[in-house]
């Protein structure tokens, strides 16, 4: 059984840094495409970065700079590292992995499991 459980959210001020983690179980976790996606009150879930079973990573134009994606694969582990937070980061954030079918690493239909998700709040 798949299981993704994401921790390290909270509450944090403008300019602040979170490390989101989310441990996999259930799966070969080298050999999935992993990623992280976040979704607002009231907008569409967006994707915020990615890491492909081939070690390529992507970032969402809003967040490059500032986010950075790793994984741990001795301990099943992903990672992301939030600095430089904005209000507008605030989100629901969600650890995703599937098998990209189309290469679409920022299309939510593309990942089969979904974390239960961490909530994030940046305070200007």
């Known amino acids: 059984q798949v299981q993704l459980v994401e921790s390290g959210g909270g509450s944090v001020q403008a300019g602040g840094s979170l490390r989101l983690s989310c441990t996999a179980s259930?799966?070969?976790?080298?050999?999935?495409?992993m990623g992280w996606f976040r979704q607002a009150p009231g907008k569409e879930r967006e994707g915020v970065a990615a890491i492909g079973r081939d070690g390529r990573i992507r970032y969402a134009d809003s967040v490059k700079g500032r986010f950075t994606i790793s994984t741990d694969n001795a301990r099943n582990t992903l990672y992301l590292q939030m600095n430089s937070l904005k209000p507008e980061d605030t989100a629901m954030y969600y650890c995703?992995?599937?098998?990209?079918?189309?290469?679409?690493?920022?299309?939510?239909?593309?990942?089969?499991?979904w974390g239960q998700g961490t909530q994030v709040t940046v305070s200007s």
């Open positions: 995703v992995a599937g098998y990209l079918t189309r290469g679409r690493w920022y299309d939510p239909n593309e990942y089969k499991h």
């Open positions: 259930g799966f070969t976790f080298y050999d999935t495409d």
